[in-house]
């Protein structure tokens, strides 16, 4: 495969996703918001910190003034050995001193560091799991794993090195550049008419770096949501015999992100150099005039070395500094998409005030509903439901007429786009989102077993619920004796997705799950799809006690699953063609009659 028609495909591929490059200037205010993370920590580790750094920051700008100055000015040239002697003492005990200080701030910034970086991810996955289901519509797995795991992982330094070195640095380089101002002000302002032009040369280079750590975290969600979609989907990959192909499209995706890291990395090793050739312009200016100025009797030799020594650290905090700007330019990219996701609003709130459902009934109404998830295609049309206390209610219909939408509805993962959807008369967009789906119990098709026990699984709906509880959960639904069977019955742990157990088997631990959880309010979404038919008998049996008092709402195409509801709803492209139990649908003979007698037509042919 040639290398633009990979990229086409690439791009083919991603051409729907959320993530780009976002344009915007450097912003403070930004920064400042990330850095309002360590407000928890103002009275504690920050302060602390801050402590260590001003006291190592002060002990090296003593230093040279002890070297030159009064060690070699007075000490030597008075030849004072007292006095040279007890110099000495004080430069080893300052070194001392500030080793240990130093000590204790990277000590305490790693915690202050790693203390945020909890709490950003805690915030950011809390968030996330608060969004409404059209944010996860919309957005890949991958590509949500990303920025909570590498976006925040990206911050790590800054909040450890990156914030304590600035201050270090810029406390550093004000101290050195007032003593070598008061020393002498001539060499001082010959050596740093140079920062100007290193300033304007690296502030060129910042927009592009910004941009480049961008494209590095967009192809780095790329990659990850490419992993995510190849090791879900493996199986159809065997099965299609398309490990080649996949291959060489991950093989397209990984060379994008090395690529955008090469480039970015590029940018960043720029900034090193310069500041390096700057030091060696000023060193050599340094030489030239201070040799000038010690001749000319302007300046004694101990405050030449004095200021070599300060030169030496003016360049040092110089170069840091463009390297935390560089994290601070990494920062900016992720923290970027991160509150992109934090700025993110559940499409589906509560009022100020939401109404507490404590108790329901169950009774469920459906007044002119209209929906549409895309703003353009309706998946409902204006539909009138009327469903009573405890009654069994089926949906059914061809493939989009709207049955999983009216199930989405009553959970309230989506708000109806006209019309009213209530329980016992009562708006859901009035009810806490909390205490309605407290109430509410749901089994899909597509079964999601956590990694854990079986145990752990079916108390997934109740965890404070007892394991005769849960034993009698099973034991309802015809799971218990499969569980038994287990290594170690219901203590044995499942593998992520429930991989050891049967599409079947893990029907039955969602059905234990659901029911575990007690709802008022039980929605069967194709739940007997994947269950053979001697299984079906018997939860179909279980069921029947199970499902009394609780209004259950199942939406099956296994038309057998359902003959014993007591009211049906016939659904065609979002409306509602008829209504009424079995017997009487059949006798109409219309779409219901159709959908029953070409299901047997198909059996029959079978």
Same mark, same amino acid.
């Given at each position: 495969?040639?290398?633009?028609?990979?990229?086409?495909?690439?791009?083919?591929?991603?051409?729907?996703?959320?993530?780009?490059?976002?344009?915007?200037?450097?912003?403070?205010?930004? /920064?400042? +918001?990330?850095?309002?993370?360590?407000?928890?920590?103002?009275?504690?580790?920050?302060?602390?910190?801050?402590?260590?750094?001003?006291?190592?920051? $002060?002990?090296?700008?003593?230093? !040279?003034?002890?070297?030159?100055?009064?060690?070699?000015?007075?000490?030597?040239?008075?030849?004072?050995?007292?006095?040279?002697?007890?110099?000495?003492?004080?430069?080893?005990?300052?070194?001392?001193?500030?080793?240990?200080?130093?000590?204790?701030?990277?000590?305490?910034?790693?915690?202050?560091?790693?203390?945020?970086?909890?709490?950003?991810?805690?915030?950011?996955?809390?968030?996330?799991?608060?969004?409404?289901?059209?944010?996860?519509?919309?957005?890949?797995?991958?590509?949500?794993?990303?920025?909570?795991?590498?976006?925040?992982?990206?911050?790590?330094?800054?909040?450890?090195?990156?914030?304590?070195?600035?201050?270090?640095?810029?406390?550093?380089?004000?101290?050195?550049?007032?003593?070598?101002?008061?020393?002498?002000?001539?060499?001082?302002? %010959?050596? /740093?008419?140079?920062?100007?032009?290193?300033?304007?040369?690296?502030?060129?280079?910042?927009?592009?770096?910004?941009?480049?750590?961008?494209?590095?975290?967009?192809?780095?969600?790329?990659?990850?949501?490419?992993?995510?979609?190849?090791?879900? #989907?493996?199986?159809?990959?065997?099965?299609?015999?398309?490990?080649?192909?996949?291959?060489?499209?991950?093989?397209?995706?990984?060379?994008?992100?090395?690529?955008?890291?090469?480039?970015?990395?590029?940018?960043?090793?720029?900034?090193?150099?310069?500041?390096?050739?700057?030091?060696?312009?000023?060193? $050599?200016?340094?030489?030239?005039?201070?040799?000038?100025?010690?001749?000319?009797?302007?300046?004694?030799?101990?405050?030449?070395?004095?200021?070599?020594?300060?030169?030496?650290?003016?360049?040092?905090?110089?170069?840091? *500094? #463009?390297?935390?700007?560089?994290?601070?330019?990494?920062?900016?990219?992720?923290?970027?998409?991160?509150?992109?996701?934090?700025?993110?609003? !559940?499409?589906?709130?509560?009022?100020?005030? !939401?109404?507490?459902?404590?108790?329901?009934?169950?009774?469920?109404?459906?007044?002119?509903?209209?929906?549409?998830?895309?703003?353009?295609?309706?998946?409902?049309?204006?539909?009138?439901?009327?469903?009573?206390?405890?009654?069994?209610?089926?949906?059914?219909?061809?493939?989009?007429?709207?049955?999983?939408?009216?199930?989405?509805?009553?959970?309230?993962?989506?708000?109806?786009?006209?019309? %009213?959807?209530?329980?016992?008369?009562?708006?859901?967009?009035?009810?806490?989102?909390?205490?309605? +789906?407290?109430?509410?119990?749901?089994?899909?098709?597509?079964?999601?077993?956590?990694?854990?026990?079986?145990?752990?699984?079916?108390?997934?709906?109740?965890?404070?619920?007892?394991?005769?509880?849960?034993?009698?959960?099973?034991?309802?639904?015809? $799971?218990?004796?499969?569980? &038994?069977?287990?290594?170690?019955?219901?203590?044995?742990?499942?593998?992520?997705?429930?991989?050891?157990?049967?599409?079947?088997?893990?029907?039955?631990?969602?059905?234990?799950?659901?029911? *575990?959880?007690?709802?008022?309010?039980?929605?069967?979404?194709?739940?007997?799809?994947?269950?053979?038919?001697?299984?079906?008998?018997?939860?179909?049996?279980?069921?029947?006690?199970?499902?009394?008092?609780?209004?259950?709402?199942?939406?099956?195409?296994?038309?057998?699953?359902?003959?014993?509801?007591?009211?049906?709803?016939?659904?065609?492209?979002?409306?509602?063609?008829?209504?009424?139990?079995?017997?009487?649908?059949? &006798?109409?003979?219309?779409?219901?009659?159709?959908?029953?007698?070409?299901?047997?037509?198909?059996?029959?042919?079978?």
């Amino acid at each position: 495969m040639k290398k633009n028609e990979k990229q086409e495909i690439i791009n083919n591929r991603f051409q729907y996703s959320t993530d780009e490059v976002i344009e915007k200037p450097f912003n403070w205010k930004q /920064m400042l +918001r990330l850095f309002s993370y360590m407000k928890p920590y103002g009275k504690g580790l920050l302060p602390l910190s801050i402590m260590m750094v001003l006291i190592n920051t $002060a002990i090296r700008l003593v230093i !040279p003034i002890i070297i030159g100055v009064y060690t070699l000015d007075k000490a030597l040239v008075d030849k004072d050995m007292s006095l040279l002697i007890i110099l000495v003492g004080v430069i080893a005990g300052l070194y001392v001193i500030s080793y240990i200080a130093n000590y204790f701030r990277i000590k305490w910034m790693n915690t202050l560091g790693q203390s945020v970086i909890y709490d950003l991810r805690k915030h950011l996955f809390t968030h996330v799991q608060s969004l409404s289901h059209r944010f996860f519509d919309q957005r890949s797995a991958g590509s949500i794993l990303v920025r909570i795991m590498n976006d925040i992982n990206s911050l790590q330094e800054l909040f450890t090195n990156g914030v304590i070195n600035l201050l270090m640095d810029i406390i550093l380089l004000i101290g050195i550049f007032v003593i070598l101002f008061v020393m002498s002000p001539e060499l001082t302002l %010959a050596i /740093m008419i140079l920062l100007p032009i290193m300033f304007f040369i690296s502030t060129s280079l910042r927009r592009n770096i910004r941009r480049s750590w961008q494209t590095v975290r967009l192809k780095q969600s790329k990659l990850n949501s490419h992993l995510n979609e190849s090791i879900q #989907g493996i199986r159809i990959t065997q099965s299609f015999h398309q490990q080649k192909e996949n291959m060489q499209f991950f093989d397209g995706v990984n060379t994008e992100t090395f690529e955008s890291w090469r480039v970015a990395s590029q940018k960043n090793a720029m900034f090193r150099p310069i500041v390096e050739m700057t030091n060696a312009v000023g060193t $050599a200016v340094l030489i030239w005039y201070g040799a000038h100025l010690i001749q000319a009797g302007t300046i004694s030799i101990g405050v030449f070395v004095s200021f070599a020594f300060y030169l030496g650290m003016f360049w040092e905090p110089i170069s840091r *500094l #463009g390297m935390v700007y560089n994290q601070l330019l990494i920062g900016m990219a992720s923290s970027e998409r991160i509150f992109e996701y934090l700025d993110e609003k !559940p499409i589906v709130s509560e009022t100020k005030h !939401p109404q507490q459902f404590n108790q329901i009934e169950g009774c469920i109404q459906f007044k002119n509903v209209e929906f549409s998830y895309n703003g353009e295609r309706k998946a409902l049309k204006g539909i009138n439901l009327d469903m009573k206390a405890g009654e069994t209610v089926a949906l059914v219909g061809h493939t989009g007429s709207g049955k999983t939408t009216i199930a989405n509805l009553v959970s309230r993962f989506y708000d109806p786009t006209s019309g %009213a959807v209530t329980i016992d008369g009562v708006d859901l967009r009035d009810v806490s989102l909390l205490s309605l +789906r407290t109430q509410i119990s749901i089994v899909l098709q597509d079964t999601f077993i956590f990694s854990g026990t079986i145990s752990d699984n079916i108390r997934f709906g109740n965890p404070m619920s007892t394991m005769e509880d849960v034993v009698a959960a099973a034991k309802a639904v015809g $799971a218990h004796s499969f569980i &038994e069977k287990l290594p170690k019955g219901y203590l044995t742990e499942v593998e992520e997705r429930g991989n050891i157990l049967s599409v079947g088997e893990r029907q039955l631990l969602s059905f234990a799950r659901a029911l *575990l959880a007690d709802p008022k309010i039980l929605i069967l979404d194709e739940a007997t799809a994947s269950i053979d038919t001697e299984t079906e008998m018997k939860i179909q049996k279980a069921l029947k006690t199970l499902l009394k008092g609780r209004t259950s709402i199942i939406i099956a195409h296994r038309l057998s699953t359902i003959r014993d509801a007591e009211k049906i709803f016939v659904l065609d492209h979002g409306n509602v063609k008829e209504q009424g139990n079995h017997n009487e649908l059949m &006798e109409l003979k219309g779409e219901y009659y159709n959908l029953v007698k070409a299901q047997f037509n198909m059996l029959d042919a079978g």
